[in-house]
């Protein structure tokens, strides 16, 4: 398979939690997107890194969340001090360049639920 | 800044009959992309097309096509010849040039009946 993956697929925490989520892209992009997406809404842009670096960050992106991508191959996004409000699907999504006409291939998400 | 506008929250469709679901968008930058992905309960984001606000013509991909408009900034799907494993959520994206990530509409939940 040679797609973008995500792991875990699905997270229960309790709130005030910290959680890690992993996301390995397509091996050749150098781009790599982080998505939030809650329920009856797209998905909304978190941050994106060009290889190893951490270009744009949303303003959705508190303090409590942190991402990294060592080496410029796979990405994790942390959440510390979970709330509820933080309960969504995380999509991950990689593309080769920067070129406009290049989608973006988005993984299966990791929907986390917060008690 | 970008904003992209998707009024129909459903639509239902018979089976093998065609569908439009309509976007809207909003941009001040003459460079842009316009996207169309697919998200069926499973939750993966597949992408369907791509228009280029500089392209021609109307991109068509298989039963898909955009019809855009770009005077009046709207970048409808057409989907012909509709299919039970149609139905899913579809969304309409942008990115202009040299801003990279997607901004997406709330959706169209597309329900194809037999």
């Known amino acids: 398979d040679t797609g973008v993956s995500q792991d875990p697929r699905h997270k229960i925490t309790k709130r005030g939690q910290n959680v890690t989520f992993r996301c390995d892209p397509i091996s050749e992009h150098n781009r790599l997107y982080w998505y939030r997406q809650t329920l009856g809404q797209g998905p909304e842009f978190l941050t994106y890194?060009?290889?190893?670096?951490?270009?744009?960050k949303s303003r959705l992106l508190s303090d409590r969340f942190s991402a990294e991508r060592p080496k410029g191959s796979f990405s994790t996004l942390e959440i510390q001090r979970t709330e509820q409000g933080d309960s969504a699907m995380y999509l991950c999504?990689?593309?080769?360049?920067?070129?406009?006409?290049?989608?973006?291939?988005f993984g299966p998400g990791t929907r986390l639920t917060v008690l | 800044a970008q904003k992209i506008t998707q009024t129909q929250p459903g639509m239902f469709v018979q089976e093998k009959e065609a569908v439009t679901l309509d976007c809207t968008y909003d941009t001040s930058d003459p460079s842009y992309g316009l996207f169309w992905y697919k998200q069926p309960s499973s939750g993966e984001m597949i992408f369907l097309i791509y228009?280029?606000?500089?392209?021609?013509q109307n991109a068509t991909e298989g039963r898909y096509s955009l019809n855009f408009q770009k005077a009046r900034k709207s970048a409808n799907l057409v989907i012909s010849a509709s299919q039970l494993g149609d139905s899913a959520m579809y969304f309409c994206?942008?990115?202009?040039?040299?801003?990279?990530?997607?901004?997406f509409g709330k959706g169209t939940r597309l329900s194809v009946i037999a």
């Open positions: 228009q280029g606000s500089y392209d021609q």
């Open positions: 999504a990689s593309s080769p360049r920067t070129v406009l006409y290049n989608e973006q291939f």
């Open positions: 994206a942008m990115r202009e040039e040299g801003n990279t990530p997607l901004v």
């Open positions: 890194f060009q290889n190893e670096a951490q270009l744009e």
